[in-house]
């Protein structure tokens, strides 16, 4: 299994300039969530997502959007990328299952990104 | 209001000594605690965590970690140190059904 799988790991871009970053899970988990790293400030989460085709917001959305189309699949977005969003970002999943192994978050590797 | 606090942004320890790593969580209802590693470059990896029972709970790499209530407090502990732990440590609380709550992060370095 390659569990929680990000793509790019590295990315530049200008200002105003739109991406989309791709989080793969191959565990059949139900939930996936995206947070941004940045330095003291810990993990924040950015959406999340409960099923297929559901999305939720979380602590810090503005600027982003998402989609969960696919079961496996958690996609992040920037329509107009700001030096704000400068950050690592990390994909997470975890099952729904009750009990206490259900908790566990999976992350993925992150994704670097920088907007100049 | 929920929260994560990890005192110490920055820990030096020398390999070979013992390591405490402070987490103090504000939390209503009886919490979910977690422990994760963050190696430079890399992703988080989970060491321990906490539900219920025993309030001494072993993870992986030799950490282990002490649920105290009254002082609502989560430390990480190792007795020796050595030079491969040094990395970010995060501690986490499941706050409600889907989200979490990450203290700031605690960065350890480790002198050989």
């Known amino acids: 299994n390659a569990g929680v799988t990000q793509t790019p790991k590295f990315r530049v871009l200008k200002t105003g300039q739109s991406m989309t970053l791709l989080c793969a899970q191959d565990m059949n988990h139900e939930y996936m969530y995206w947070y941004r790293q940045d330095p003291g400030m810990g993990l924040r989460l950015i959406h999340y997502?409960?099923?297929?085709?559901?999305?939720a917001k979380g602590e810090v959305p503005d600027g982003y959007n998402v989609s969960r189309l696919k079961k496996q699949n958690f996609l992040l977005g920037l329509e107009s990328a700001a030096p704000s969003q400068t950050s690592v970002y990390f994909c997470?999943?975890?099952?729904?299952?009750?009990?206490?192994?259900?908790?566990?978050?999976?992350f993925g590797p992150g994704t670097r990104l920088t907007v100049t | 209001a929920q929260s994560v606090t990890q005192p110490d942004i920055h820990i030096t320890v020398s390999e070979g000594a013992s390591l405490e790593l402070r987490c103090n969580y504000s939390?209503?209802?009886?919490?979910?605690l977690f422990w994760y590693v963050q190696s430079p470059g890399q992703g988080l990896q989970l060491l321990l965590k906490?539900?219920?029972?025993?309030?001494l709970v072993q993870g992986i790499k030799g950490f282990e970690a002490e649920f105290k209530r009254s002082q609502s407090s989560f430390n990480l502990r190792k007795p020796s140190v050595h030079w491969s732990d040094a990395a970010e440590y995060f501690c986490?609380?499941?706050?409600?059904?889907?989200?979490?709550?990450f203290g700031t992060g605690t960065r350890l370095k480790v002198l050989a």
């Open positions: 939390y209503g209802a009886t919490p979910y």
């Open positions: 986490a609380v499941a706050s409600g059904t889907y989200k979490y709550i």
């Open positions: 997470a999943s975890r099952t729904y299952r009750q009990g206490q192994g259900a908790y566990e978050q999976y």
């Open positions: 906490y539900f219920s029972g025993d309030t």
């Open positions: 997502s409960v099923g297929e085709g559901t999305t």
